[in-house]
């Protein structure tokens, strides 16, 4: 990121027309990377999302020992060094503003006889690692660092380490991957319990490389069963386009009048699609074209057309598959006839930023309605008014907040101001210029 931060101002928009591609989806470029390092020859990544936080998981996998390259056709190239084959790195991990690396490559190292030491930008410092401290450190592995677990911080992985069997006290996909990628290299039987559904990327990408690894559900529980010392085989992988960034475009055409965008190659993955079942529920015109199955994730083409949108109760089941999409949510809910209301959204304010101050802070100061509760907003829409808009609003660093803040100018009177456009390329690089190409 350059030193001084870039504020814009985001202008109501022409109608969003066209065809556009998102970047690829985020969670999957991370694991492609992963799981080509820790199997046996050559992996090949199409579609890979080349945004910060990928490309530092990148590095930190060449720091260990794999060999991470980049195709002049943009074509990526992962030779790994098999399961339990990672190397000691020689210096500090630098890990930027990339939770879902940090917290993932702690999984892998966990059980891998080496110590490594993480460190991250200001945003990512403040953030918990002890979600997946707590069930590595009954693995085996040790940590050393800041009370609290926060970075900087030091690990140091145990081989062979102790298959367990781990109930998820919170959902999230992130510390059920970083107990499953220590089982990995664990002798016997490594099991998560999810009470709650999480995203399935790690559990359906392990199954392709080649992991022991069974799903059943009862009572409503998912149990993820992964048998250790496993040999990973290398694979080819199209990464779909992420969900979470066509959210913005998706909103963004909902709200704009006169709107008919088409995005190409969205994964519809449905521990992900949250969004388009509740934006549907309140009036959105979504499309499904050509859905299709890639690499075992469903895709499809989504021709979305502006539409009046009525505010609803969203039910916080919906929560985990939607987590992410939940700030440019508040947005449609913002000029949507009626009340929103959501709950159960504590896992907000562990993110980049706390998501829900954030957002209901930066939303009450473009001239929305908006009134914040310990586990979500209520939100009172305009019935499709555009918003007065003003600004500027405070983004803390964190990309979604500036993205969906820039969608909201789009359907603003007089245009929002969002006061630092930098953290939008951890996530997607072309944001920007995507938004220029459907608004020309």
């Known amino acids: 990121m350059h030193a001084a931060p870039l504020p814009r101002r985001f202008a109501p928009s022409n109608p969003l027309t066209g065809r556009i591609r998102v970047p690829g989806d985020k969670s999957i470029s991370h694991r492609s990377l992963m799981f080509g390092a820790l199997a046996i020859g050559e992996t090949r990544v199409t579609g890979l999302l080349e945004g910060e936080d990928v490309l530092a998981t990148a590095a930190a996998l060449r720091a260990m020992g794999a060999q991470v390259e980049r195709g002049e056709d943009g074509t990526w190239s992962i030779r790994g060094v098999g399961v339990g084959g990672l190397l000691q790195p020689r210096t500090a991990i630098e890990m930027g503003n990339s939770g879902t690396s940090t917290r993932l490559l702690m999984g892998l190292i966990a059980s891998h006889g080496i110590t490594a030491t993480f460190t991250g930008d ?6 918990p690692m002890n979600r997946v401290i707590e069930p590595l450190s009954r693995m085996g592995a040790q940590f050393h660092g800041a009370p ?3 970075l900087p911080l030091t690990m140091e992985g145990m081989t062979p380490a102790i298959p367990i069997e781990y109930r998820l006290p919170v959902a999230s996909a992130q510390v059920k991957s970083a107990v499953l990628l220590a089982g990995l290299n664990a002798p016997g039987i490594t099991s998560v319990i999810e009470p709650v559904p999480t995203r399935d990327h790690t559990e359906r990408m392990l199954k392709g490389f080649g992991a022991a690894i069974e799903v059943e559900e009862t009572g409503g529980e998912r149990t993820i069963r992964l048998t250790g010392e496993a040999d990973l085989s290398p694979q080819t992988i199209e990464v779909p386009g992420d969900p979470s960034s066509a959210a913005f475009f998706i909103v963004a055409a909902t709200l704009v009048e006169g709107s008919d965008l088409t995005i190409e190659n969205v994964g519809l993955n449905p521990t992900r699609a949250g969004l388009i079942a509740v934006l ?4 959105a015109d979504i499309e499904e074209l050509d859905r ?14 502006h539409a009046a949108l009525t505010g609803i109760e969203v039910a916080p089941a919906l929560a985990p598959s939607m987590i992410d999409e939940f700030p440019v949510l508040f947005v449609a809910a913002a000029l949507a006839r009626g009340t929103t209301r959501t709950t159960g959204l504590e896992e907000l304010r562990v993110k980049e930023s706390d998501r829900l101050s954030a957002m209901a802070t930066a939303l009450a100061a473009i001239g929305a309605r908006v009134e914040e509760t310990p586990d979500g907003l209520v939100i009172e829409g305009t019935g499709g008014e555009p918003l007065p808009g003003g600004g500027p609003v405070a983004t803390h660093l964190d990309h979604r907040i500036a993205m969906s803040m820039a969608v909201a100018g789009l359907a603003s009177r007089q245009g929002v101001e969002v006061d630092d456009t930098r953290p939008i390329a951890t996530s997607f690089p072309s944001f920007e210029a995507l938004l220029a190409e459907a608004s020309a």
């Open 122 to 127: 200001a945003s990512l410092s403040k953030r």
């Open 148 to 150: 609290g677990g926060t």
């Open 280 to 283: 549907r529920e309140m009036g």
């Open 292 to 305: 299709r199955d890639v690499g075992g994730e469903p895709v499809a083409d989504l021709r979305v057309r």
